[in-house]
Nanobody, 118 residues
Framework: QVQLVESGGGLVQSGGSLRLSCTAS????????MGWHRQAPGKERELVASITSSGSITLPDFAKGRFTISRDHATDTVTLQMNYLKPEDTAVYFC????????????WGPGTPVTVSS
């Protein structure tokens, strides 16, 4: 079983930046896609960013131009850099890792809260 340990959430003013990091408790196969999702109160969980082992990145429209994602294979860490944060980015952010060839094999972190004040 792999545990995902998240860090970096907190409170920031609108327009500010935060960096979230997530490290796996043991080596992650290159078959795994790593990334971040978020869930705001009363809303469904949504993808924020993901990255494959080869560096292919998926970003939804709301993240483009503001968020970047990177992955360090040596430490099995995925980092989400969030800039120009808005109040609507307020949510609990969850680290995720899933097997590209079998999406039923996936892991989730416990979540880290991000609050953006206006």
């Amino acid at each position: 079983q792999v545990q995902l340990v998240e860090s970096g959430g907190g409170l920031v003013q609108s327009g500010g930046s935060l960096r979230l990091s997530c490290t796996a408790s043991r080596p992650i196969s290159s078959h795994f896609v790593m990334g971040w999702h978020r869930q705001a109160p009363g809303k469904e969980r949504e993808l924020v960013a993901s990255i494959t082992s080869s560096g292919s990145i998926t970003l939804p429209d709301f993240a483009k131009g503001r968020f970047t994602i990177s992955r360090d294979h040596a430490t099995d860490t995925v980092t989400l850099q969030m800039n120009y944060l808005k109040p609507e980015d307020t949510a609990v952010y969850f680290c995720n890792a899933y097997n590209h060839y079998d999406e039923t094999l996936q892991y989730w972190g416990p979540g880290t809260p991000v609050t953006v004040s206006s």
